[in-house]
């Protein structure tokens, strides 16, 4: 038995409100603990957005009733919230600033309100961004003028992490993190999952970007699965939403780059528990740890799965490494295959 300590994803959709055929806190915390996950951070492109103290509330009410491992909230930018967003700083582990389409309405363009974000948004809370190519480059500016940092969200692309690696190189405070569908597939891995099931953003990049990531690992510091669940019928339906579940297969897949070589187990720890901790200012979850079958191979079967999209990129795959146990804060809150812990387990972990 591998015990590692309990993994943070720094990036999940949870989907709630709104958005709850999909996923809510109940649902989406079942998979984050069958994933060995005991702290996820949900992002706030639900409908409404989480982008003032009203739909901030909605969220915070839900994840108390319904959270059955500790979850933090991000707060949205938008153009006309940075005196608000300000205010609310103390009840969020971060404010996200999506600076290309993707999912749900969040969206800024114009360049003076993500400057005015990152001044006004505090120096010592999480700014992050969902930004790519072009606007990697405007976020990294953007923090740099205000002389805060900033965390780039799943880099995909070899122009990205380079240009990251660049900045820290000059001293420049930026952070980024990496999935495991970009450090794993590749646009040579379309054809087989389907043109509109494969859509993702950042959308799947050419295997030269992929071999970049991985040969770059050190830059990247933390992992995050961007779990971002959608039902098969919207998937394969007229307009395909972009995204992936992801919280029930990060872990063997990271467990995959370690057996190839990519990392070692401590960097894997680092990436999935001691860096997201410190990033986001996460809580020490006392008496809480995973344990893995590190020798465990299974099959994929999204109807075994916990979240509500029951479907995977990977379905069918072969994986090895398989969670057996969950405790968390001395409770087992996961075992066999079982989720344990209630609704209402879980703490909001951004107060
Ligand atoms: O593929 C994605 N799906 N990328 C995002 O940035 C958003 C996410 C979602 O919310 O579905
Ligand atoms: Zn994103
Ligand atoms: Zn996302």
Redesign the pocket.
């Known amino acids: 038995m591998l015990k590692l300590p309990g993994l943070i994803d720094p990036h999940t ?1 949870l989907r709630e409100p709104g958005g709850t055929h999909k996923e809510d806190f109940d649902s989406g915390t079942a998979a984050a603990l069958a994933g060995g996950f005991t702290i996820v951070c949900g ?1 706030p ?1 639900t409908t409404p957005p989480i982008v003032d103290a009203a739909s901030l509330i909605i969220a915070q009410r839900a994840l108390n009733a319904k959270a059955r491992c500790d979850v933090g909230i991000y707060l949205g930018a938008t153009p006309n919230n940075i005196a608000t967003a300000r205010t609310l700083a103390g009840q969020v582990s971060g404010l996200k600033m ?1 600076l290309n389409g ?3 309405t969040l969206k800024m363009d114009a360049m003076d309100a993500i400057i005015a974000h990152a001044a006004a948004w505090p120096a010592d809370k999480p700014l992050l961004a ?1 930004a790519e190519q072009h606007t990697c480059g405007l976020a990294i500016l953007a923090a740099h003028l205000a002389g805060r940092s900033i965390h780039i969200c ?1 880099v995909s692309r070899k122009e990205e992490i380079l240009l990251i690696a660049r900045a820290k190189d000059k001293g420049m405070q930026v952070t980024c993190e990496a999935c495991p569908h970009h450090m794993m597939l590749s646009t040579e891995d379309i054809p087989r999952i389907g043109t509109a099931r494969a ?4 959308v799947l990049a050419s295997p030269g970007d992929v071999a970049a990531l991985r040969e770059h690992i050190h830059v990247i510091d933390c992992f995050a699965s ?1 779990h ?1 669940p ?1 039902l098969l019928g919207e998937k394969d339906g007229p307009n395909p ?4 579940p992801g919280l029930e297969t990060a872990l063997p897949l990271y467990l995959e780059l370690v057996r190839d070589g990519v990392i070692d187990l401590d960097g894997l720890i680092a990436r999935c528990h001691t860096n997201p901790r410190r990033m986001f200012g996460l809580p020490v979850q006392e008496d809480t740890w995973v344990e893995v079958n590190e020798d465990a191979e299974w099959t994929l079967r999204p109807a075994d799965t916990h979240t509500r999209a029951k479907w995977s990129p990977w379905e069918g795959a072969r994986f090895k490494g398989q969670v057996a146990r969950v405790v968390l804060r001395g409770v087992v809150a996961f075992r066999d295959g079982v989720v344990l812990a209630p609704p209402g387990f879980g703490r909001n972990v951004s107060l």
């Open positions: 959709h992002m492109n999506y993707t999912f749900g969902h799943h859509d993702v953003r950042p961007d971002a959608h939403p972009p995204g992936y």
